[in-house]
């Protein structure tokens, strides 16, 4: 795996292809075709250059490898299968019906997971300067500090990534990132808890 994300022609982060195969977030299309492209193809029989045509560029390296590679017809099925699920999704999306908006306080879930990216962010000794390490995501991170927002897997693996660099050797990264995304998905569980009841609470006072 290592050598699929340190080649120069992977687009899909080292996290994002790790996250993928031990089951911690949902591929997206980027990493599925990353992965695909090493496992059932291979760059070097890549023959026909149709990347400006192809109307997908994520899935572009399909149609150069020759007609006949046996490769082509599995990876052009787990594409189909994609799309298929991120259309599903998408119809879901359009017809469900918004909720009433509550206010909630944060549920002792998130207070876990605020704990877990404190202690994450003391590791690196830099807590107390946290852009230093954290660039554009810092106002995400206040944000989830002051329980005013909830990192999704994906994120979670992304800040893991950017602290790499400044935590001390020896820290179980896999640990520490299962631990991370773990109590950020109890977290999420915990406001959909607290705002079903909110609006229960509503409906039965009115």
């Not at 109590?183 to 009115?206: M, W, Y």
Request: net charge neutral.
């Amino acid at each position: 795996m290592g050598w699929i994300a340190g080649h120069e022609q992977t687009t899909a982060s080292r996290a994002a292809l790790y996250a993928a195969l031990s089951g911690t977030r949902l591929p997206t299309a980027e990493t599925i075709s990353a992965l695909l492209r090493w496992w059932v193809g291979n760059p070097a029989d890549e023959v026909l250059d149709l990347e400006e045509t192809y109307v997908e560029s994520t899935w572009a390296w399909i149609e150069r490898l020759p007609r006949d590679h046996e490769g082509r017809q599995l990876a052009t099925g787990w594409r189909t299968r994609h799309l298929g699920i991120v259309r599903s999704i998408e119809q879901e999306r359009e017809y469900r019906p918004k909720a009433q908006r509550v206010t909630i306080t944060v549920p002792r879930e998130q207070e876990r997971f605020i704990a877990e990216l404190r202690k994450l962010l003391q590791l690196t000794g830099l807590e107390d300067e946290p852009w230093l390490m954290l660039g554009s995501y810092n106002s995400r991170v206040e944000r989830y500090l002051a329980g005013e927002a909830i990192p999704t897997d994906a994120t979670c693996w992304d800040l893991v990534e950017l602290l790499i660099d400044f935590l001390p050797q020896g820290v179980d990264l896999l640990d520490v990132t299962t631990r991370l995304t773990k109590s950020a998905e109890a977290a999420r569980a915990g406001r959909v808890r607290q705002r079903r009841i909110a609006r229960k609470r509503r409906t039965s006072s009115s």
